[in-house]
């Protein structure tokens, strides 16, 4: 049999990677991703696998972040019971962040339920419980950065650093082909390289297919060093501070809050930016801090670049929900840090939603923001924002330092790419929305990557490895449209039809105003084109 590689997420969107590699004797997947974003993308997350459960006799973890490791415990539930290899910290990372992400969805169905019950709706299940998330952990099996393990029978993995987040890894993945061995190289998401807080990304070179991703690869960023980085982060504090009130920060829990957190707090006692309190509300992020004070050792530096954040007397953990809801009456300059990063979920979007609409407020948004997500609304410049149903007035100071970003920038990606020449049978780029995709084929070509042997695999798609290069498998059916995952999708369209129509209510001059455009906009709905019935069936199988 020729080896076959699928993807089944991270292909035209960010989110949700998932590789099916298929041998003769063996099925693996790297990763297993929570998809996140518009609802129709993440409603993928409650559909049945792609693929048999049954037949995958292992997992290949590159980290811990949900849009890689999310989906394990519903894996769990299908019936896959095989290992899943990752590093320490990744275990130890994923025990918290995937306990978290249960949680979550139990908080969230109940809330649900009681609200489909009042419609008269029937109840509805979480992708999996708390009980899932502990269980899955039991199946864990901690690998070592450049020692192979052989995972299957004909599949032999190879873990390296990829300097994202404290034991991310690439993945070097050898097996068997029909014509001879292949080696292909997962990069899973790579770091930008030159950072004081994770290990250099790093790979073997000469394989034959490179699974690239993609995040960023349309643009470039201002190379910056620790102390440009630093600079930069308390001239945002300053300005925050002169606006007279709080600084509230979205950040990941993982790495993102431990970096930003260190250099605020080192700005601080240096004198560089105002001092004042610094609040962590994020339960997840506390203890994945208590992880990096473990495990955060970083070998080149010789030192933990996290031991500030355990001995800071200006730095608070907000661990119970009433300890956040006390922020609430805290007036003036002050820091709140809290998840998550895209403002999608947890205790930021109620912290948004009491801020946004004041002017001495200042949001400084620090990572990617996915298409379709509160945090990307805000960086494009929304001025009306829907948060739990409510509609919020943007009136705070947004900002954004992508300066922190865990991710390589384009230059970074093709230097990485670069360096694991030959690459000679194919390149994939995945993990990244069709722009920035496009954007990286166009600069891997200019660096002298031949433009026939690159490809953006689009959902589900399937390609035959051979050494001579990689075929489309014909057959399969995809669960979303091409363009669908990388795109605002029905739910914004309502979000932003509701806040368009109130705020044009709102500026008529006068009632008989408002009751013409009503009149005028119930007209158009009632007499309009009528609904395609089947269409309307097969949209709402997706979403609901």
Not at 124 to 129: A, G, R
Not at 280 to 295: G, Q, V, Y
Not at 358 to 380: K, P, Y
Not at 448 to 454: E, V, W
Request: charge should be neutral.
């Amino acid at each position: 049999m020729t080896p076959t590689l699928a993807f089944h997420g991270a292909a035209g969107c960010v989110t949700g990677f998932c590789a099916e590699l298929a041998t003769d004797r063996s099925r693996v997947l790297i990763d297993c991703g929570m998809f996140q974003g518009p609802k129709t993308l993440k409603a993928l997350n409650y559909q049945p696998f792609p693929f048999d459960v049954s037949a995958i006799g292992a997992v290949l973890l590159t980290h811990a972040h949900i849009d890689h490791s999310g989906l394990l415990p519903k894996l769990m539930r299908a019936g896959f019971e095989g290992p899943i290899y990752a590093t320490a910290a990744t275990r130890d990372l994923c025990e918290i962040m995937l306990a978290d992400s249960a949680g979550i969805q139990e908080s969230e169905v109940s809330r649900l339920n009681r609200r489909n019950q009042r419609r008269g709706r029937p109840p509805v299940e979480p992708i999996y419980t708390s009980r899932d998330a502990k269980r899955v952990i039991r199946q864990f099996r901690t690998v070592k950065f450049g020692e192979p393990v052989e995972v299957c029978p004909d599949v032999v993995a190879t873990y390296s650093p990829a300097g994202h987040i404290i034991g991310a890894a690439s993945i070097t993945v050898d097996l068997q082909g029909e014509d001879g061995p292949l080696r292909a190289l997962f990069s899973g998401d790579l770091g930008p390289g030159g950072g004081e807080f994770v290990t250099e990304p790093e790979a073997p070179a000469g394989v034959d297919y490179l699974i690239l991703e993609s995040t960023y690869g349309d643009r470039d960023r201002i190379a910056t060093d620790p102390a440009t980085r630093r600079r930069a982060l308390a001239a945002e504090m300053r300005e925050a501070h002169a606006a007279g009130g709080p600084l509230l920060i979205p950040a990941f829990a993982v790495e993102r809050s431990q970096e930003l957190l260190s250099d605020i707090l080192m700005l601080m006692d240096d004198g560089e930016a105002p001092v004042g309190d610094v609040f962590l509300d994020s339960p997840l992020a506390i203890k994945a801090t208590e992880i990096f004070l473990d495990r955060g050792w970083n070998l080149s530096a010789g030192r933990n670049p996290f031991d500030r954040l355990g001995r800071a007397g200006n730095l608070r953990f907000l661990r119970k929900p009433s300890e956040s809801d006390d922020l609430e009456r805290l007036k003036g300059w002050h820091v709140i840090m809290a998840a998550s990063g895209m403002c999608d979920a947890g205790r930021i979007r109620k912290h948004l939603k009491r801020l946004l609409w004041r002017r001495d407020a200042t949001a400084l948004i620090s990572g990617f923001q996915a298409v379709g997500t509160l945090g990307r609304l805000l960086v494009e410049g929304a001025e009306r924002v829907s948060i739990e149903g409510e509609e919020v007035r943007v009136r705070a100071r947004i900002r954004t330092l992508d300066s922190y970003s865990a991710h390589a920038d384009a230059s970074g990606l093709v230097r990485w790419a670069s360096a694991r020449r030959p690459v000679a049978a194919g390149l994939f780029l995945a993990h990244g929305e069709p722009e920035a995709a496009e954007g990286l084929r166009s600069r891997l070509v200019t660096a002298g990557f031949p433009a026939d042997q690159i490809r953006i695999p689009a959902l589900d798609d399937r390609f035959r490895l051979r050494r001579a290069g990689a075929e489309t498998q014909p057959g399969g059916t995809a669960r979303l449209s091409p363009d669908a995952a990388a795109r605002l999708d029905w739910h914004n369209a309502r979000a932003r039809l509701l806040l368009t129509l109130n705020a044009a209510l709102e500026d008529a001059p006068d009632d008989a105003a408002r009751e013409a455009l009503i009149h005028r906009l119930l007209e158009n709905l009632e007499n309009g084109p009528p609904i395609d019935r089947d269409q309307g069936e097969a949209g709402r199988s997706r979403t609901d």
